[in-house]
């Protein structure tokens, strides 16, 4: 079974709301761990729209797990990864005006721009796990492996869409499916560590077992979202129960 990662941005988003204290996704975080969640993933956007940079601080000191730090490859987040050395890294694409993140990196494209190259071997030289946020894509799987990086992430975004249609593994949804079992059995052949994530729930969770050597999945608002209903702990039992289905 792979591994669950649990994504706390939306903690600090419900704190932001009111600028106080609480709730603060440290405690959340602790919490998970409590309930054997293996991972804690925080997105320090640059506009600090939800998590803090005295949330990693905090997570980096306090977590008994591991902290992915989500961030954009930019010379400020590179200064704190380098600073912070979470266990892992992941970088995906950022735009002010987005609600979320909405696809992967053009890792093909990235690759040829001598700023992203610099930035990207900063961060290897200092021996820090680095994740690539990708789509499903062959062409950027193979960048991804060419620019040196140990691990990827893949984008479900486009498939959990699909599968909200009917609440079901519909044609598309399959469609999407096979586009990332195709695509994990690519990374994996080329000796790539495969994370997943981004839409996942309780349903659209068990197909995506499938994909080849599935090492985590990285799931945050959807998690955060039920808990206000059951609580944090039963739906992460709940989630686990989910990936253990296949």
Known sequence: MPLLSLNVDHIATVRNARGGPWPCPVA??????????????????EDRRHITDADVTRLRAEIATRLNLEMALTDEMVAIALKLRPDQITLVPERREELTTEGGLDVATLGQDPAFKRRLKMLLDADLPVSLFIDPDLTQVEASQMAGVQLVEFHTGQ?????????????????????????AQSADALGLVVNAGHGL???????????????ELN???????????????PVLQTMKQAMQAT
């Open 28 to 45: 959340g975080a602790l919490l998970a761990e409590s309930f054997g969640v293996d991972g804690i993933t925080a997105h320090l956007r």
């Open 159 to 183: 498939y959990c869409e699909a599968f909200a249609q009917t609440n079901s593994l519909n044609a598309k949804a399959a469609l999407d499916l096979e586009k990332l079992k195709s695509a």
């Open 201 to 215: 729930n309780f349903k659209n969770t068990p197909p995506i077992l499938a994909m080849k050597n599935l090492h």
């Open 219 to 233: 799931i945050g608002h959807f998690l955060i979202s039920q808990a206000i209903f059951d609580g944090l702990g």
